[in-house]
């Protein structure tokens, strides 16, 4: 009998996935975005941010859409007009521990002598209910330091 009621409850475990890892493979959409730390949430209804992340044999693949543009991989630029083409520097999608990360650069489509350097950080909560991080982009005009700031983001799991 004890036997029986141990053999329920593994089945009862594995069916519901209690127990297992959160992972970062699935559909995230774009619930909270801050300038900095700030409280007030900056998000805007016009263009919904969905990330989606699957973690196949070839590799990761990690695509970004927003609106109704078309999904890019990720990272991308995506302005009023659709994605922007970038040059990437790194990106490492790290599923042991629960992290997606992307430097890259873009150059100012309306000045040629103004780029953008951008870093994105994203972790999995414990819970594995939401991506938190940042992004960080930095102004350069003709090679010099113009300022920076940061938004700090919440992703959390799309609806099935």
Known sequence: ????????????????????PASLEGDWVLVEQHYGKGARNILGDELPVRLSIHLGAGGPAVMIRAGDHPAASWPVWIGPDGPAAVTLQE??????????EARFTLASPSDPGFEFDVAEEYRL???????IGTMTV????????RGSFVLTSRFERAPR
């Open 1 to 20: 009998m004890r036997g029986t009621i141990v053999s329920l409850i593994l089945i009862l475990l594995l069916c519901t996935g209690a127990g297992l």
């Open 91 to 100: 990106r490492t999608v790290d599923p042991a521990a629960g992290t997606v």
């Open 138 to 145: 930095s102004f350069r005009r003709d090679g010099e330091p």
């Open 125 to 131: 909560t414990p819970e594995g209910d939401a991506l």
